[in-house]
């Protein structure tokens, strides 16, 4: 396993050895080239935020029925739709959340509906068990999240759980891993770190000369 490890230590320091090659061998016109892709790149970000915004991205809003479920998203690539009911204690718990991710993803639009005022569209989905969060990309309904089942079956789950979650169905902008939950992938790194440390303090112990 160390060996392994070790392995892959190398193959990343001679990736980014390779990197700084590159990137030491570029001229004055590379880099101008580079420079205003980013900047146009980045004039592109913002114009499409202004979009978002004028659009009720960056708030987790009520909408009244169906109607206006459809309409949200024609106008909106991604949506997440929190399907809820008043008296039920555990749409309170989807709601903190998603408030907090709505700030966090303009990319995407956040809303919530309750299922009485929308008969024919929960029919349509099949939605069953509340909370439900439906997932929606493209106009075209993604995936779901029923109940808590996905986010460890309890009710004291994580905000990035939940991101994590909704990440796995491709409708937020998401950089970190999507093949495992946030909380292992922690454990993961943590592993990774100290592995390191072992083998550097291993190839240190073999470098250091004791003869007379």
């Known amino acids: 396993m160390d060996q392994v490890i070790a392995q892959v230590a190398q193959n990343v320091e ?4 390779n990197e700084l090659e590159r990137l030491d061998a ?4 590379d880099i101008e080239v580079i420079r205003q892709q980013r900047i146009a790149e980045m004039k ?8 978002w915004m004028a659009n009720g991205h960056g708030e987790y809003t009520e ?3 169906e109607k206006e479920f459809f309409t949200v998203c024609n106008k909106s ?4 739709c929190h399907f809820y009911k008043s008296d039920t204690p555990r749409c309170a718990i989807v709601d903190m959340h998603l408030k907090l991710l709505a700030k966090k993803h303009i990319e995407t639009r956040f809303v919530k ?4 005022r929308a008969p024919f569209l929960t029919g349509r989905l099949k939605i069953r068990v509340i909370p439900t969060i439906g997932l929606v990309k493209e106009n ?9 089942t996905d986010l460890g079956n309890r009710d004291d789950f994580t905000t990035e759980v939940l991101e994590w979650r909704i990440a796995r169905s491709d409708v937020i902008e998401y950089s970190g891993d999507l093949t ?5 992938a922690r454990k993961q790194k943590i592993l990774h770190i100290q592995s390191k440390k072992t083998i550097r303090g291993k190839q240190d112990s073999d470098s250091d000369d004791f003869s007379d």
Request: proline share 5%; glycine share 4%.
């Open 113 to 116: 509906l309750d299922v009485e």
């Open 14 to 17: 001679k990736q980014l050895d």
């Open 63 to 65: 909408i009244g029925d």
């Open 26 to 29: 570029l001229d004055k016109d």
């Open 140 to 148: 075209k309904t993604k995936d779901f999240i029923v109940g808590f």
């Open 180 to 184: 495992v939950p946030p909380a292992e």
């Open 77 to 80: 690539e991604n949506v997440v």
């Open 44 to 51: 592109k970000r913002a114009s499409k935020k202004q979009e």
